[in-house]
């Protein structure tokens, strides 16, 4: 099965820093990669698909990156609201829909 | 509006069983793959078994390959989870999802992302 890895697993910046967060696949999936917001007590949101697609309505300070097995999630400048766990997760085989294990973003 | 309402969660004995429920409106229900997904507490998310369209398509983690039984009812709008033999590490929050699909060229992926989910329901496995 094809592992997913985040990283870091957590990270601390400041209000308009520029973050990137990191998910690799074990194996090439093309763009078959999406990533997910889950603010704390709340329901995950799917900001992007096919590795770079912004979901309606998602800030334009949040884009994606990448093809194959290394993909990138960036917030151009950090919000307090985006305060939130992170998720990539790939959807190359609809038997095997794997989510990495999510990086923990707060503010410095 | 596009809702999912998950019910059928509960406390329930190792080894027990739960079928929990997700109802769905706001959309052609029988067009759209479904998921469901689960978080242990304090943890991350789990994908857990999908559904395509029609329910000819039925996809499970392998961790509860055998005991859960994932299917649907489209003339009702919803999904079901069937889940047998529950283990603790079962214990989870269940988010039902819907499943974005992308058509190009004549040719359609249906598992695009999770673009809808449920509030989830909880399912503690407890003695």
């Known amino acids: 099965d094809i592992q997913m890895t985040q990283s870091p697993s957590s990270l601390s910046a400041s209000v308009g820093d520029r973050v990137t967060i990191t998910c690799r696949a074990s194996q090439g999936i093309a763009n078959y990669l999406a990533w997910y917001q889950q603010k704390p007590g709340k329901v995950p949101k799917l900001l992007i698909s096919a590795a770079s697609t912004l979901q309606s309505g998602v800030p334009s300070r949040f884009s994606g990156s990448g093809s194959g097995t290394d993909f990138t999630l960036t917030i151009s400048s950090l919000q307090p609201e985006d305060v939130a766990t992170y998720y990539c997760q790939k959807y190359d085989s609809a038997s095997s829909l794997t989510f990495g294990g999510g990086t923990k973003v707060e503010i410095k | ?127």
């Open chain 2, 1 to 127: 509006e596009v809702q999912l309402l998950e019910s059928g969660g509960g406390l329930v004995q190792p080894g027990g069983s739960l079928r929990l429920s997700c109802a769905a409106s706001g959309f052609t229900f029988s067009s759209y793959a479904m998921s469901w997904v689960r978080q242990a507490p304090g943890k991350g998310l789990e994908w857990v078994s999908s559904i395509s369209g029609s329910g000819g398509g039925i996809y499970y983690a392998d961790s509860v390959k055998g005991r859960f039984t994932l299917s649907r009812d489209n003339s009702k709008n919803t999904l079901y989870l069937q889940m047998n033999s529950l283990r603790a590490e079962d214990t989870a929050v269940y988010y039902c999802a819907k499943q974005a699909r992308y058509c190009s060229g004549g040719s359609c992926n249906y598992f695009y992302g999770m673009d809808v989910w449920g509030q989830g329901t909880t399912v503690t496995v407890s003695s």
